[in-house]
């Protein structure tokens, strides 16, 4: 505190302004050490000084390397989505997808029957703890495939729900261009959209579908993929 009251005394700054000279500041910094440690990687980089907290994820994908902004983790039960991890940082899906499903259990008050998820999901610490509550994961077995193991593969189809709802979020109703400044308010517009996705489902539904929905507990599934 005592060091922004002698930038304040010294530099006709406003507070905001200061604020960008910290980050500027710490920009120099982290170059440095790269330049100085001959690496391409340093902990929590700034890419964008209006935005400290966004940071540079590698997501291999064809043409997009590298994704900016926040990364999701979401589940999808009956056609609804539920937001259950957002992050500014990288992080394993795979270690995540148990709260994921802990989650199912303090929203439905029981666990799903089954879980069709992502590869890097299915891996085998995951695979011995689903079957603890005796889940049913749809997934590519481990090692060597066997002709029984094909009955619990996720067919496209099957993985077409959950892709179809970040494409509706992204194009429709701009998930994919969070323009908000603040790192708080970007979690909410990400937030707010998860529930619009939400509320156009539910004007699909009539009472009836409604009432079938109640009574169609039996069917649990959860979906899982990451963004």
């Known amino acids: 505190m005592q060091c922004y009251q002698n930038h304040q005394l010294n530099h006709p700054l406003k507070k905001r302004e200061l604020e ?31 935005q400290r907290y966004v940071r540079p994820i590698v997501r291999g994908k064809d043409g997009k390397k590298v994704e900016f902004g926040s990364k999701l983790q979401v589940s999808l ?17 795979g270690k995540w997808l148990m709260d994921s499903v802990e989650k199912y259990k303090q929203r439905f008050g029981y666990y799903p029957e089954e879980v069709l998820a992502d590869q890097i999901y299915c891996n085998r610490e995951n695979r011995q703890k689903l079957k603890l509550p005796n889940i049913k994961l749809h997934a590519k077995s481990l090692g060597r495939p066997k002709k029984e193991a094909q009955s619990i593969l996720v067919s496209p189809g099957e993985r077409n729900p959950i892709e179809g709802k970040f494409g509706q979020a992204k194009v429709g109703y701009g998930l994919a261009n969070i323009s908000a400044k603040l790192k708080t308010t970007s979690q909410s517009w990400i937030a707010s959209i998860i529930l619009v996705l939400n509320l156009v489902n539910l004007t699909r539904l009539n009472v009836l579908e409604l009432c079938q929905i109640i009574y169609r507990l039996y069917d649990r599934k959860l979906l899982m993929l990451s963004c």
Request: without cysteine.
């Open 20 to 50: 960008y000279v910290e980050v500027m500041q710490l920009v120099y910094e982290q170059q440095n050490a790269m330049h100085t440690q001959k690496t391409n990687s340093v902990a929590e980089r700034i890419v964008n000084l209006h």
């Open 77 to 93: 039960v009956n056609g609804f989505a539920y937001l259950d991890k957002l992050s500014w940082d990288n992080f394993n899906e």
